[in-house]
């Protein structure tokens, strides 16, 4: 038996080093395969090498006329292609020589299947901040075909989808270009097409992503895929739940209460400050009970950046919400999991048990010296 995978590879950058690796990829003699190199970067010009292996007949290269962003650059992939299955990986991605042999052994093995999540390796981290994104848990999706038989969703990296799973569903345009938040929404819409059947997870395709920025701190990434999956809740409202407000609800909220006391000339003003600062507080150390436990150490830089982490990728799913004037939306979170499940206050964690223990204690605290 046979079977056809396109894969698609949107590119900004072109990097050689990265992408003639794949189009060089060995194939597997039960599978044909085409690749579609489609270019979100009009001004760049392919180098030599890679221009040499286009053939337009197993390997294309197509160039957008304008910068569309990565949901409107797969959805070209698919549109052009015809395959059985269809494989989406980045292209800044390291892959396994038997890659393709492992997708095309699966999609035999199991032609009903929706789809396959591979998996998505990191370097170990040389630095502290990339060592504080390994424990917060922020890439935990990478490496889900490790950790479960199946799941809801993959990451665009490293995942391949039977084409006839897809039916008409195409990757959301209403998230941003940058990216964030489309690859939960297409795959999660895609499994709901298909009887909410999870997508089988499949170790052995394995390819290894880089460190972004040479792993130097920046904290845009976060914040931009918090404003990304801000709008998760908004287009898949039947995943949605509201669970108590995190640190940057809460902040913000105490504040607006500490201004309106002030203008009002109310003393309780500075107690909701001061409560407002323990906030912050409250947040470092659960944080830092968080590290310990996942990330076995106590180190201050790694902690901080573990808070800082989610802080900037919360901040960024908030105002996202108010942006779009979206205030009653405070509080809701997303099943990224693909439960469809109402229910408040869903889940409890030691970082969560932290600061719910503490949170009462600083409010006493602050009403007991208020009152004093």
């Known amino acids: 038996m046979q079977v056809s995978i396109d894969v698609i590879i949107p590119s900004f950058r072109l990097e050689e080093k990265y992408i003639l690796p794949i189009l060089r990829l060995p194939r597997p003699a039960d599978a044909a395969v085409k690749f579609y190199l489609i270019v979100d970067n009009p001004s760049i010009q392919p180098s030599a090498a890679i221009r040499e292996l286009v053939d337009h007949t197993h390997i294309f290269l197509l160039v957008n006329e304008q910068n569309m962003g990565a949901a409107e650059t797969r959805n070209k992939g698919i549109d052009v292609t015809d395959a059985d299955w269809i494989l989406f990986l980045d292209d800044d991605i390291a892959v396994s020589d038997d890659l393709l042999v492992v997708y095309a052994q699966a999609a035999i093995r199991e032609p009903a299947a929706t789809g396959f999540i591979g998996l998505v390796q990191l370097p170990p981290p040389q630095s502290l901040f990339t060592k504080a994104i390994g424990i917060s848990g922020s890439m935990d999706i990478f490496g889900i075909a490790e950790h479960k038989s199946s799941f809801a969703w993959g990451a665009t990296a490293n995942m391949m989808i039977r084409r006839s799973a897809i039916g008409d569903t195409r990757f959301s345009t209403a998230y941003p270009k940058s990216g964030g938040g489309e690859d ?189």
């Open 184 to 372: 939960v929404d297409f795959f999660l819409r895609v499994r709901e097409r298909n009887g909410f059947e999870n997508y089988r997870t499949l170790p052995q395709a394995r390819v290894v992503h880089p460190w972004w920025n040479n792993e130097k701190v920046s904290f845009l990434r976060p914040f931009r895929y918090g404003k990304g999956n801000s709008w998760l809740g908004a287009l898949n409202p039947q995943y949605t739940y509201y669970d108590f407000l995190n640190t940057p609800e809460t902040v913000l909220l105490s504040l607006l209460a500490a201004l309106l006391l002030f203008l009002a000339g109310s003393a309780w003003a500075w107690p909701v400050l001061i409560f407002t600062a323990g906030v912050l507080a409250i947040e470092l150390v659960a944080s830092a009970v968080q590290t310990v436990k996942r990330g076995a150490t106590a180190h201050p830089v790694i902690i901080g950046y573990v808070t800082a982490l989610r802080l900037v990728y919360e901040t960024g799913v908030l105002w996202g919400k108010l942006s779009r004037m979206q205030p009653g939306k405070i509080g809701e979170r997303f099943h990224d999991d693909g439960i469809v499940n109402k229910v408040f206050f869903y889940r409890s964690n030691t970082y969560r048990i932290v600061k719910w223990v503490l949170y009462p204690l600083l409010a006493w605290l602050i009403l007991h010296h208020t009152s004093a």
